[in-house]
């Protein structure tokens, strides 16, 4: 499943978040904002989220590891993604850093 969505990428005119590239063996989910790619892991939306994880683990159609949002701002879902990432800490001026 990773290679393919790996390959969302090149479809259409979609660009890779910076913030939540693609990282081979970690990534398992792939958040799609309008036209932005978030690759995230889907263990650390299931622990932050029971809708991610009702999502993610029920008879939904994201079960597949795609989670399409495009009625959604891709800032407002980056934020949310920083904000539960374990890794990532957000500063007064809104700029994450990967600790």
Same mark, same amino acid.
């Given at each position: 499943? #990773?290679?393919?969505? #790996? ?12 913030? *939540?590239? *693609? ?7 792939? /958040?799609?904002?309008?036209?932005? /790619?978030? $690759? ?11 809708? *991610?994880?009702? %999502? ?10 795609? /989670?399409? +949002?495009? #009625? ?8 949310? %993604?920083? %904000?539960? $990432?374990?890794? %990532?800490? +957000? ?6 850093? /990967?600790?």
């Amino acid at each position: 499943m #990773e290679g393919s969505l #790996e390959q969302l990428a090149q479809e259409g005119d979609r660009t890779v978040s910076p913030d *939540f590239p *693609f990282i081979d063996g970690i990534t398992d989910v792939a /958040i799609i904002v309008q036209t932005t /790619i978030l $690759y995230v892991n889907k263990g650390v939306l299931c622990v932050a989220s029971p809708v *991610f994880h009702t %999502m993610l683990t029920s008879e939904f159609k994201e079960k597949n590891g795609v /989670i399409n +949002l495009p #009625e959604k701002k891709v800032e407002d879902v980056t934020l949310l %993604m920083k %904000m539960i $990432y374990p890794s %990532m800490h +957000l500063s007064l001026d809104g700029k994450a850093k /990967i600790s």
